[in-house]
């Protein structure tokens, strides 16, 4: 799977909207674009992921360049619950998610 | 449960010993991960099985670690003779199809402390 690229910490206050950036450039036709966080001590959880379009759901928004090399995850607002490491993931099928760094986000109150 | 279901969620171990750790996955999920993160480490994969087959065992760290599937369900992932480098956060993950399309459902982990 292509590599990824992302800060490795952010910080925002609380209620404020926050841009999580991802360098892709050698992204495929094939690969979708995943966000995943992990909140402290805990697991893994899915928050959204796409192709081509913009893609919107109740966590989150994914805005994808045209040329698909880069992509933002959009948290509205920030909330202290939403502190955790963020990672952006290219997979195209049936081949497992490979976990990089990901951006640490510290939400101030 | 509607989950992914893990256990023991904690377990210690004296080294040297075989441990095994069990994965129940969302009931008609097909495909089933292993993970481990050892503290304050990236998540670093293990094995990845379709059904009960495994494609991909590329990420066993030796061969005192080994998997099965049965039924398309349970998942076991055992460790033989553990080492003290073996004690990390093992995590389980089940996707209806594969990643590429769907989410995964990650369980809470098992904590494997061996002294």
């Known amino acids: 799977d292509a590599k990824t690229t992302q800060p490795n910490s952010m910080e925002s206050n609380e209620e404020e909207p926050v841009h999580l950036p991802c360098n892709h450039s050698?992204?495929?036709?094939?690969?979708?674009i995943h966000w995943y966080r992990q909140l402290p001590s805990q697991g893994p959880e899915y928050v959204i992921h796409?192709?081509?379009s913009n893609v919107n759901n109740r966590m989150a928004s994914l805005a994808i360049a045209e040329d698909r090399k880069s992509s933002t995850l959009i948290l509205h607002r920030a909330t202290l619950r939403d502190a955790a490491v963020y990672y952006c993931?290219?997979?195209?099928?049936?081949?497992?998610?490979?976990f990089g760094k990901g951006t640490r986000l510290s939400v101030i109150a | 449960g509607a989950g992914v279901s893990q256990s023991p969620s904690n377990k210690v171990t004296e080294k040297g010993k075989d441990v095994e750790l069990r994965c129940d996955p969302i009931?008609?999920?097909?495909?089933l991960y292993w993970y481990r993160q050892s503290l304050g480490q990236g998540l670093e994969f293990l094995i990845y099985?379709?059904?009960?087959?495994?494609?991909?065992k590329s990420g066993l760290p030796s061969d005192r670690f080994s998997a099965e599937r049965t039924g398309g369900s349970v998942s076991t992932l055992t460790i033989q003779r553990t080492q003290q480098e073996d004690s990390a956060v093992y995590l389980c993950?089940?996707?209806?199809?594969?990643?590429?399309?769907?989410?995964?459902?990650f369980g809470q982990g098992t904590r494997l402390t061996v002294v």
């Open positions: 993950a089940s996707s209806l199809l594969g990643v590429g399309t769907t989410e995964a459902f």
């Open positions: 050698t992204i495929s036709g094939t690969d979708y």
């Open positions: 796409g192709l081509t």
């Open positions: 993931i290219l997979n195209s099928g049936n081949t497992p998610l490979v």
């Open positions: 009931s008609g999920h097909t495909a």
């Open positions: 099985f379709q059904g009960n087959s495994a494609p991909d």
